[in-house]
């Protein structure tokens, strides 16, 4: 980082303080217009910044510009920003007369040896280890923009008070939040939500929580992109197998699962046995590793599966098919020898790699490290990171350390997809893992005849299938390429003469593969086209008295291009190549 770019938002560390003190200056303006509201936390995030507040109503948009408006003056005040500590005591004290109970139980539960800090501006202060910018003028005020206020629980425990949590961005510079803003009206019309309704792909129903259904277009949107999963692996030399949705407590304990994972696991008793729906793959992936002897010839073996798992995620974390409670993972494990790991990730990145460039996805990579909660000695961790370091950097590609987010089993790369909008997702993974393997006691047969302990990763490229159509969704704004797009070709009659030769059509490019549909309604042919290109389908054929004559179709595309009249063999094979090429258009 060049040193004029130090306190500027291309500096991640300063963006993350210029946020915490809007937060704060955000926590001093509710004060000053509600001084009965009692405060919670506020900090920084990926995208912004927020506080939360005990106020038993969510704030109105007036109440919310009123905030705006008197944050803008706090900026313009210029307040210096001043740390200084207390004694424990001292500081349970302080935020006791002050009438906020929850600082006085966030002091409370500090470390005995925790420094408790504090920083003032003006007549406000608050509990805060920092940092800060030194002085509340550095923020500018006519790029605030308070964006939402949702409900939250204080501390993410839904028996504990629900409190209201105000979220903010804000910017160095006015056209940088207006660029923002841009982007983010531009997220709303591409919300899946939104357009999974309206193009009538899933949907979600207060009777299942968290459990989408998917309708007739979105199954063939799901199934295309299944048909497209397996043909890629079955290049790469993966075998597809199939596990039960439901295991026995024993194995989920021999996995580790049941100690690291039981909280988001959903369980029954059958027989007076401890069951547990499957929230991942893997064990069962162990028993069928397990389920024959193995020689080195076999290695590496690469197994995938598609399997339906369910996890017991909070109700306020669910968010259309971004984060829901059931889901189709495309789980793969590949078990190798030792000497295989290195070519065996390079190997499964080179497969990430095509995937992600068909659907004109870029990504980043990151590196997540042994967390507190973890499985095998630090030797075995070490080793395994740097075999990843080794894999991804001989390729000459980047990545970043994210400290203590490894899985319980094994550190991992995580690859983070930036969509059309810049937006990014964490979709595929990559972990490595010799701790399962030892704990099911997986072999194979060497060179030497000697048995020998395989390692093994565990890989995913979309994720949850679920959760990569709506990124796709969102990506594309709806508006799939044609070999992904549940419906192809919309064929649109001008007169009712041309509803037999529209249904020919129909016909010939159904039995050649083909989704196409048609409209035979008695309408003007400019609302038909204009109701097809809202439904976002590819290409439309206008059919009227001139093509039967001519046995031609009349070629548009959903942008508006017209590409003109043509044989319905040239179409035929125009399309043919869009979607054996699986062109992004």
């Known amino acids: 980082m060049s040193e004029e770019n130090i306190y500027t938002f291309e500096n991640e560390t300063y963006r993350k303080t210029y946020w915490h003190t809007c937060s704060h200056i955000l926590a001093q303006a509710m004060k000053r217009l509600h001084p009965e509201v009692k405060l919670a936390i506020g900090p920084s995030i990926d995208n912004g910044f927020y506080y939360d507040f005990d106020t038993p109503e969510p704030f109105s948009e007036t109440q919310l510009a009123e905030l705006e408006a008197e944050m803008r003056k706090i900026c313009k005040e210029k307040l210096k920003l001043e740390r200084f500590e207390l004694p424990r005591d001292e500081a349970v004290k302080f935020m006791e007369e002050k009438g906020e109970p929850y600082k006085v139980e966030l002091i409370n539960d500090l470390p005995e040896d925790a420094v408790i800090s504090f920083y003032k501006q003006g007549d406000f202060t608050d509990l805060c280890a920092g940092p800060h910018v030194d002085s509340t003028g550095r923020i500018k005020g006519n790029a605030i923009k308070l964006t939402a206020c949702n409900a939250a629980y204080w501390r993410g425990d839904s028996s504990r008070q629900t409190l209201q949590r105000i979220y903010g961005v804000a910017f160095p510079k006015k056209d940088e939040l207006d660029e923002y803003l841009q982007r983010i009206e531009e997220a709303k ?229 930036a969509d059309s909008l810049g937006r990014t997702w964490q979709c595929g993974t990559i972990q490595l893992d010799s701790q399962l393997p030892e704990r099911f006691e997986l072999e194979y047969v060497g060179e030497d005849g000697q048995k020998h302990r395989p390692v093994m990763i565990h890989r995913v490229v979309l994720g949850s299938i679920e959760r990569f159509i709506g990124v796709i969704t969102e990506h594309f704004a709806g508006a799939f390429p044609a070999w992904l797009s549940p419906v192809q070709v919309k064929i649109l009659t001008v007169t009712d003469r041309a509803n037999g030769y529209a249904g020919e059509i129909a016909a010939a490019l159904d039995a050649r593969g083909f989704r196409p549909e048609t409209d035979l309604r008695n309408e003007k042919i400019g609302k038909k086209i204009r109701e097809a290109t809202l439904e976002k389908i590819p290409y439309m054929l206008v059919v009227g008295d001139r093509d039967i004559e001519n046995q031609t179709v009349s070629v548009r595309t959903r942008g508006g291009e017209d590409l003109g009249a043509m044989s319905l063999e040239a179409f035929a094979a125009l399309l043919e190549e869009e979607v054996r090429t699986r062109t992004i258009k």
Request: aromatic share 12%; charged share 25%; hydrophobic share 35%.
């Open 189 to 417: 019309k591409r919300d899946h939500r939104k357009l999974g309704r309206e193009l009538g792909l899933f949907m979600l129903r207060d009777e299942g929580p968290g459990f989408p259904f998917f309708l007739p277009k979105g199954m063939v949107l799901k199934n295309t992109l299944l048909d497209y999963w397996r043909e890629v692996h079955k290049k790469y030399g993966y075998v597809e197998i199939s596990t039960p949705i439901m295991l026995n407590r024993q194995l989920w304990e021999r996995s580790g699962h049941w100690d690291h994972y039981k909280n988001n696991m959903y369980t029954t008793v059958i027989d007076e046995v401890d069951f547990a729906v499957k929230p991942m793959n893997c064990p069962g992936g162990m028993l069928v590793y397990a389920s024959e002897p193995h020689s080195y010839r076999d290695l590496p073996l690469r197994v995938g599966e598609i399997g339906l798992v369910h996890r017991h995620e909070l109700s306020g974390a669910l968010h259309g098919l971004f984060r829901v409670r059931c889901f189709n993972q495309d789980d793969a494990h590949v078990f190798m020898t030792r000497e295989q790991m290195q070519d065996v990730i390079q190997e499964t990145v080179r497969l990430f790699d095509e995937v992600y460039s068909t659907f004109g996805l870029s990504y980043t990579i990151e590196l997540s490290t042994m967390p507190e909660d973890h499985i095998g000695t630090v030797e075995e961790w070490e080793r395994n990171q740097d075999i990843l370091k080794a894999a991804i950097t001989d390729m000459g590609k980047d990545f970043v350390i994210n400290e203590g987010d490894g899985a319980f089993y094994g550190p991992k790369l995580d690859f983070h997809l």
